[in-house]
């Protein structure tokens, strides 16, 4: 007799997205097939993307998305910040899949025990499995990826608490090594991060250029330095320069921009808005 999947149900649809299978389905494939790409030269490894709800940064998550779109990757790790108090650096779920109104997504257990033997060793971490989360960042991308993707996949889901360099880095080696053993499989890393928070839109806009410069020069330390210094903003860093550095250990060699926008442009309101950016690595 199988026993039953234990399966996160969303907390977030109808908040944050489309709780309608049918109107998610359309509202998502309208932003994949708005989004106008410029050509990409290579083999997308991963992507960026923002976590808004969808009617305020789904446009630009279009843009990450469409640049995947068609492409069946096995494996897809989908690295995200916490915005929740938990004690652990570094989570997981410890459910065995996500539910959408789009369906259910298994996770790939075997890959997220290798990450947490792996840091573990490096640094003596453990990922902290959690169930019943409440935390948009990691979820709000999985509509996306199922309707942008074809075939099957399995999700290496992660959060990130602490977003400091060395954690960044350590799970980004970590995460880079996992997906290298699991050799039969083909795999796509999503960063999940908005940029800057609240600032007025003249402001945000000259903040999230010079980190969206750090993305585009493919220095994923520069990322985090950029918000220490107070120079740009994301929410995400920590996630964004952990697949930085995976998607370098992978083989990729350089980052595109691919859009940005802010929640002004959506609603008309440019006195604090928070800003959005999407972004492919490539090698």
Not at 49 to 64: D, F, N, R
Not at 248 to 257: D, H, M, P, S
């Amino acid at each position: 007799m199988q026993s039953k999947v234990d399966i996160r149900p969303s907390p977030i649809a109808g908040q944050w997205y489309q709780a309608n299978a049918e109107r998610l389905a359309a509202q998502i494939d309208r932003f994949l097939a708005e989004a106008e790409l410029p050509e990409i030269d290579g083999e997308i490894v991963g992507i960026m993307a923002p976590h808004a709800g969808h009617i305020y940064s789904g446009a630009v998550a279009g843009y990450a998305f469409a640049a995947v779109r068609g492409l069946s990757p096995d494996l897809v790790a989908v690295i995200s910040p916490m915005h929740y108090p938990y004690n652990e650096p570094i989570l997981t779920s410890a459910h065995s899949a996500y539910a959408t109104p789009l369906g259910t997504l298994p996770i790939a257990e075997e890959v997220l025990d290798q990450i947490d033997r792996q840091l573990q060793s490096e640094i003596g971490v453990r990922v902290g499995r959690i169930s019943n989360d409440s935390e948009h960042s990691l979820e709000i991308e999985l509509p996306f990826l199922q309707r942008a993707l074809a075939g099957p996949l399995r999700l290496v889901p992660i959060m990130l608490r602490d977003q400091s360099e060395r954690m960044a880095k350590a799970l980004g080696n970590a995460l880079a090594k996992a997906l290298s053993r699991n050799v039969m499989s083909s795999y796509l890393l999503v960063a999940s991060t908005d940029l800057s928070h609240f600032y007025p839109q003249r402001t945000a806009n000259m903040l999230d250029a010079e980190l969206l410069r750090q993305v585009e020069a493919f220095d994923p330390a520069g990322v985090i330095q950029t918000e220490e210094l107070g120079k740009g903003f994301a929410c995400g860093r920590g996630a964004l320069a952990a697949v930085m550095w995976a998607a370098k250990e992978l083989g990729a060699r350089k980052a595109q921009v691919l859009q940005h926008a802010t929640s002004g442009d959506v609603t008309g309101d440019y006195d604090r808005v928070v800003g959005y950016g999407a972004a492919v690595f490539i090698r």
